[in-house]
Nanobody
Framework: QAHVVESGGGLVQPGGSLTLSCAAS????????VGWFRQAPGKEREGVSC????????YYADSVKDRFTVSRNNAKKMVYLQMNSLKPEDTGTYYC??????????????????????WGQGTLVNVSS
């Protein structure tokens, strides 16, 4: 059965860094794009980043551009989200999701929930002093 599992969340002070990991199992990650979403308490889930199956194309929401970096290691079946210069507004539960359709991650549109079919349970990031 296909799964993705997020890890790496935690409590961090403003200005700090965290690296989230997304581990894939039960499917061939090489053929899937992966998106990262976050959901703050009382807010809608928003797409923050994604990476195409080859790793050539990436997308970042304006709110995280120049602070977050998405990467992948298909051999290890892992996708990462490096988060630097964290702000309190980055607080939320972060989810990764994988999709085989090319529309699941585009440079202009970012991660598309309609085409991302494998979702994790999320990992909590709390940016607070």
């Amino acid at each position: 059965q296909a799964h993705v599992v997020e890890s790496g969340g935690g409590l961090v002070q403003p200005g700090g860094s965290l690296t989230l990991s997304c581990a894939a199992s039960g499917f061939t990650l090489d053929y899937y794009s992966v998106g990262w979403f976050r959901q703050a308490p009382g807010k809608e889930r928003e797409g923050v980043s994604c990476i195409s199956h080859s790793g050539v194309d990436t997308y970042y929401a304006d709110s995280v551009k120049d602070r977050f970096t998405v990467s992948r290691n298909n051999a290890k079946k892992m996708v990462y989200l490096q988060m630097n210069s964290l702000k309190p507004e980055d607080t939320g539960t972060y989810y990764c999701a994988a999709g085989q359709n090319w529309r699941s991650c585009t440079v202009l549109g970012g991660p598309n929930r309609a085409y991302l079919e494998i979702w994790g349970q999320g990992t909590l990031v709390n940016v607070s002093s």
